[in-house]
Each structure stands twice: as C-alpha cells, then as structure tokens.
C-alpha cells in the first residue's frame, strides 16, 4: 500500500493548516474569552476569507465552487480544518451542511439541485437534517419513525415531532425524513422531503440545550403540523429514504471522524507543549513515565484512527459501501478522540479545566460523537453482525483438503 499524500493534497493541506493558524484560532481564541458561540454574520465573514484563500469546500465538486478532492483526499485536510471547531464551519465542511450536500449531491434533481443543492454549495445559506423523534419515536432504531407524510393530491402533508435536529435555528431549509407509506416495512415506506424554513406548520418548540457552549445553529425541536409541501419536494423516490440517508450516513461519520481526529490532534500537541515546560518533583512533567505513556498512548490511537478511517475512504472510493468499516472506525475514533482529550486535560492540571486553554471546552463538546449519527453500542451491533455473517459462513465451509 502507497500511504504517499499526493503533491496537491499536501500543498492544500499546507494552506488549510496556515489559515486555520492564522485566521481561524484567533476568533476561536476570542469567543473562548467571551464564553459564546460564533454568530451567522462572523461564519459568513470566515467563509469569504477561505474563498479568497482558495481552500473553500473541500468535499464538493468544482462545478459547484468546492476543491474536486475524492473522499481519500479529504481526510487529511478535514483533519487539519478541524485543528478548531470553527475550521469546517469557516471552510463548509462540518456537519450537518457537508453530509446535507453530499445527500443532495447524490439525489437532488435538476430543479431541487438549482434551489437547494447550488446555493447551499455557495456557503450563503444553511440546512438541517430532521431525523431524530423523542420517546416513543425513531432515536438509535430508525424504524421507530412516527412522523408521516400523506399524500393529497399533488402534495403532501407532514405530521410529526422531532429533535436534535442541528442547525435548525438557522436553516434555510430542512430535509425531512418521515413515514410514507404504512402498508410496507419501514425499510421500505419512509421518504424524504425538502421544505423551506418557512413553511406553514413548520414550528421551533425550543432548542436542545447541550454540554458546554451552544453550538451554531442550535440543535432544536421541531414540531410538523399539517406542513404541505408539492411532490416535486421529494427528495429520490418514494420509499427511498432509508436508502438515501444510508448513502449519506457512510461519509458523514467518515468526515465526523476526520474533524474531530483534528481537534484530537491539536489537544495532544497542547499536551505535550505544557508538559514539556512545566516541572514538578525536580523534572519536566514529560520526564514522569506516567506523562509519556499518556502521550505514547494518544499517539498510538490517533494513529490507528487515521488507518481506519483511510482504510474505509479507500472503500468507499472505490464503490464499496463499507458499512462494518464505517461503523468501527466510528466507535473507534469517537471513543480513543474522547480519551485523548481526557488525557490532555489531565496533563495541563487545572489549567486544562480552565478556559485559558480550549481543551476543557473540547472535552465537553466530543463526548456528544459517542452519540450521534449512531451510539457505539449501535455500530458495534452492526460490526458484530458482519463477525457473525463472516465467521459462521466460513466455518460452514468445509475444510480444505490437504
Ligand atoms: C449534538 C447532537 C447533534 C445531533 N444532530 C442530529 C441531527 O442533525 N439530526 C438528527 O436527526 N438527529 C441528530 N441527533 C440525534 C442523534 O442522532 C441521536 O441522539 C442518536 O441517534 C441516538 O438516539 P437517541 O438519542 O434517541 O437515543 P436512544 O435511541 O434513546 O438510545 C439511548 C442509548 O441506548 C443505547 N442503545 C441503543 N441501541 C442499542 C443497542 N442496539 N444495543 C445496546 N445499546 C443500545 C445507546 O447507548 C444509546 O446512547 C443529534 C444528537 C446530538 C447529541
């Protein structure tokens, strides 16, 4: 295997990393002193400033204004973007606008790819992906879905409640996934539809208070009340929707991955920079055994995160779905990214609680990628089935002869 990064990457990785550094930490580094979130007009602002430095939409085509890299190549500059959290936000490649516009890359149709796919590109514009229902509705097993769309003449009308749903607050559309037809298994009879923010009968009930900061664009919950919207509003074909956010669930945790291997990365630099310095007991802190074990540690898993999530961009690269790769790279990376954050806060004392440095932050906001687009426990149901389907297949096998 050739792990060489091509020429171009290195060269748009060397850029990305310069402006992350340069423009992108500063405003991280002045929202952390002011306790608060990014505003729209300060991520529209970052946006024209990554434009103007040619780094703009790394995972879509050229056509639409992106950089035409393939999902092998966005790995290690989604890393370097996601050094800060607000690095995909200023390049438009955080979730959930990267995973909506893969979605609609894939599906949207001439006029839906013209009204939503093509502004959404442009960076002016925002969307959510409206999926996940309270108790008793779809959560981890999606074919719990109670919100449905019924059809009326040449329209449908959408009755539901959901939450999580991020970037409501400043969406300008949502995708909405819901129940279309009840005579089939969910498998088979969900759908998804688009409708603009505006939309009668679309209506915020409040956002989803998190850990830590608040997130741009919240994570709110929705209320659908009899929101009619035409039949040219679906997105693919009818009963496609499981298929759908299938296609655009394999890269979207790929590309969580990569962000979040980033913010990892730079925690552990941070880590290994104060321990460097600081002494105590007669030695630098990295002289402690137990200080480098811990940085040997978070090494090591950064390192094997990297593999794996290469390993499944090559997969999916080439056609394949990868969904057991997709899956443990996921519970890998989410868990070992949540365990080098630890260790570092660990290794800066209390200045790693404090704000002074933005690992404490960090800490609170990676815990929630155990979580969503599928817990740990799920993707390990999901591998686990693979184990089962691979080894009991090959034990009925019978033996070659010698
Ligand atoms: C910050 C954030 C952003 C989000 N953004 C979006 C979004 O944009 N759009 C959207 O639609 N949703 C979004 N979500 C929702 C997210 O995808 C769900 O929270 C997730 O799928 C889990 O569903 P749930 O919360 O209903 O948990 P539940 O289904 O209630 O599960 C609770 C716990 O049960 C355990 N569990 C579940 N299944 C199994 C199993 N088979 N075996 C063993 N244990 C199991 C897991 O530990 C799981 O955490 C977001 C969530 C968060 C926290």
């Known amino acids: 295997m050739d792990f060489t990064i091509p020429g171009h990457v290195q060269d748009i990785v060397h850029r990305v990393r310069q402006f992350v550094d340069d423009v992108v930490i500063p405003v991280e580094q002045t929202l952390l002193k002011e306790g ?60 959930p606008d990267e995973g909506n516009l893969h979605t609609l890359h894939l599906f949207a149709n001439e006029d839906q790819h013209e009204q939503y796919l093509r502004p959404l590109a442009a960076g002016g514009i925002f969307s959510g992906f409206s999926m996940t229902e309270p108790p008793p509705g779809a959560g981890s097993d999606p074919t719990m879905i109670q919100t449905t769309a019924v059809r009326d003449g040449d329209e449908w009308v959408i009755n539901g409640h959901k939450w999580f749903t991020s970037n409501g607050e400043v969406a ?35 956002d989803m208070a998190t850990m830590g900061v608040k997130d741009f664009g919240g ?54 920079q104060y321990a460097a310095t600081r002494e105590a007991f007669g030695k630098k802190l990295v002289e402690h055994q137990s200080m480098g074990f811990m940085l040997a540690d978070s090494e090591m898993e950064l390192h094997a995160g990297r593999l794996m999530m290469q390993h499944a961009a090559w997969l999916l690269h080439n056609g394949e779905q990868a969904r057991s790769e997709a899956s443990m790279a996921k519970v890998f990376i989410s868990e070992s990214i949540n365990r080098v954050l630890d260790r570092a806060v660990q290794m800066c004392g209390g200045t790693g609680i404090s704000r002074d440095l933005p690992l404490s932050l960090w800490y609170e906001k990676a815990r929630a990628f155990r979580i969503y687009d599928g817990a740990s426990e799920v993707h390990r149901m999901v591998a686990a089935r693979q184990v089962v389907k691979k080894y009991t297949q090959q034990a009925a096998k019978p033996a070659a002869a010698d």
């Open 172 to 206: 300008d559309f949502l995708i909405i996934f819901a129940r279309t037809n009840m005579e089939v298994s969910p498998h088979k009879g969900c759908s998804i539809f688009l409708a603009p923010i505006d939309t009668p009968g679309i209506r915020m009930v409040r």
């Open 219 to 272: 994570h709110p919950e929705i209320r659908y009340e009899n929101v009619r919207v035409p039949h040219s509003a679906m997105l693919g074909e009818e009963g496609q929707g499981f298929a759908i956010t299938q296609a655009r669930l394999g890269p979207a945790r790929l590309t969580h991955c990569m962000r979040w291997t980033g913010i990892a990365q730079r925690a552990l630099e941070i880590a290994a």
């Open 36 to 95: 608060r979130d990014i505003t729209k007009a300060e991520v529209l602002e970052l946006r024209e400033l990554a434009k103007a430095a040619g780094i703009f939409a790394p995972t879509m085509p050229k056509d639409l204004g992106g950089m035409g890299l393939n999902i092998m190549e966005w790995v290690p500059v989604l890393e370097t973007a996601g050094r800060s959290l607000l690095g995909p936000l200023a390049l438009h490649c955080s979730a």
